[in-house]
C-alpha cells in the first residue's frame, strides 16, 4: 500500500506541475495578445491618419494640375 501512496502522490506533485506550466504558458499567451491588440489598435489608428493625409495631398494636387492646365491653356 506504501508503493501506492507514493505513487500517487507523485502523481499529484506531477500534476500540479502540470498545471503550474499551463498556467504560466497562459499567462504568457495572453499577454502577448494584448500586446499584439495594442499594437494592432496603434496601428490602425496611424492607418486612419495617414488616410486623412493622403485625402488632403491627392486634394492639393488635384487643385495644383487644375491650375497648371489653366495655365498651360492660357
Do not use: F, P
Not at 27 to 35: N, T, V
Amino acid at each position: 500500500m506504501s508503493r501506492v501512496m507514493n505513487a500517487l502522490e507523485q502523481l499529484d506533485v506531477a500534476i500540479d506541475r502540470l498545471e503550474a506550466a499551463v498556467e504560466k504558458r497562459l499567462g504568457r499567451d495572453r499577454a502577448e495578445r494584448e500586446r499584439l491588440n495594442d499594437e494592432l489598435k496603434g496601428l490602425r489608428q496611424n492607418h486612419v491618419a495617414l488616410q486623412s493625409e493622403a485625402r488632403t495631398v491627392s486634394s492639393r494636387l488635384d487643385a495644383a494640375i487644375g491650375r497648371l492646365r489653366s495655365i498651360l491653356e492660357a
